[in-house]
């Protein structure tokens, strides 16, 4: 049986631990087989392709209740509640952590002072392009928010305003239009740095529109449909860990690859979401908190270390015994009980974070329904 449009998928947080972890992987041990191999990238493209299909899935249904309306007062309304939603998710703790590196800019040197309004305006993806290179202090991951910010800006303007028998081939449109930028981009300026502008990004996001237009649209069909979003998943993934260990080339890129394998996915958890990988590994309740938890695992993973390191410093300084566990300036040098005690500050940070101050933001979500 394919799931209500709109209920709660939980392994769709399963989903999103396994991409927020393979960010971290990248981060943390960038000289290991995650860094090399750019797991880093995989988890972003995988976040991408997952709001392309929940937010198409939320607009296509808001569609629907104003199909047959006249006016568009009934669509801005929507737009207005969708916007006012992701900020009231996204913002806060978002704007909190620029605060943070604005006050301790001191401590913990990183251009978001002297930047502040490129992250401010959720543009620094466009000023990492402009100066050719990912900033200092540990804000490379933040290009990823500012795509995701300009893609909910303009996307709901699509899917509620486009004519019902051009939506899908618009949605269709969007995911060609990504994959071009991906390639024709990098002829004028940027090389791989063109991959981090909206349009290189757009194939993913779209991919997730088209199955949540097929998951709504074609419900009755919707079982029969999944082979054709299983197949080519299984094809990208051979293809990709192929490419991976040097048997084939990239001839298509990663983010398309991953674009095409995480739907079939979703699509496989829709369709069966009682199997042993979708409910006993996707949905087995550790990794499903740790995907609710994922967007501040996502935004303070880069800087927990530098703060654990920091603090180790001082401690070293101090009479404490530091016999098992030392200060060291290189972060990848730090042995893995550091990175051990780091994961679990960053648990317990985000967990503290997500129930004392997001969620109850996240309340007010209820005057924008």
């Known amino acids: 049986m394919v799931a209500t449009p709109l209920g709660y998928i939980r392994q769709f947080d399963g989903i999103r631990a396994v991409a927020v972890v393979l960010v971290i992987l990248s981060h943390w041990f960038p000289n290991g087989i995650a860094g090399k191999f750019g797991f880093g990238s995989f988890g972003v493209d995988i976040f991408f392709v997952l709001s392309g299909f929940l937010i198409t899935r939320i607009l296509i249904v808001e569609r629907l209740k104003y199909e047959f309306e006249p006016s568009s007062n009934f669509r801005l309304k929507a737009i207005r509640n969708f916007i006012a939603r992701r900020s009231l998710r996204i913002f806060p703790i978002y704007y909190l952590l620029l605060f943070m590196l604005v006050i301790f800019n001191k401590q913990f040197p990183n251009p978001v002072a002297q930047d ?24 490379s991951h933040l290009w990823s928010l500012a795509v995701e910010e300009q893609f909910y800006l303009f996307w709901p303007w699509l899917i509620l305003f486009v004519p019902s028998k051009w939506l899908l081939k618009s949605i269709v449109i969007s995911f060609f239009i990504g994959i071009a930028s991906l390639y024709c981009l990098p002829l004028f300026k940027g090389g791989t740095m063109a991959g981090l502008l909206t349009p290189s990004c757009m194939h993913a996001f779209a991919s997730g529109g088209i199955l949540a ?53 979703l699509s496989n958890i829709l369709i069966n979401p009682s199997s042993f990988f979708s409910s006993k590994i996707l949905g087995n309740p550790p ?51 550091f990175y051990v005690i780091s994961f679990s500050f960053l648990i317990f940070f985000t967990t503290s974070s997500f129930y004392i101050f997001e969620h109850p933001i996240n309340k007010f979500k209820r005057y924008f329904n």
């Open 287 to 337: 990794l499903v908190f740790l995907g609710k938890i994922s967007y501040g695992i996502y935004l303070f993973h880069n800087f927990i270390p530098i703060w654990i390191n920091a603090l180790l410093h001082k401690l070293e300084k101090s009479d404490v015994n530091l016999t098992f566990l030392k200060y060291n300036k290189i972060l990848v040098d730090q042995s893995i009980l």
């Open 213 to 265: 237009y097929f998951q709504i649209n074609k419900r009755s069909d919707f079982y029969h449909l999944n082979n054709y979003f299983l197949f080519p998943a299984l094809f990208s993934f051979c293809y990709l860990i192929l490419g991976l260990i040097g048997v084939l080339t990239f001839v298509i890129d990663s983010r398309t690859l991953i674009s095409v394998i995480i739907v079939g996915l």
């Open 116 to 139: 502040w309004k490129w992250y401010f305006f959720y543009l620094q993806n466009i000023l990492f392009y402009i100066h050719q290179e990912l900033p200092g202090g540990k804000l």
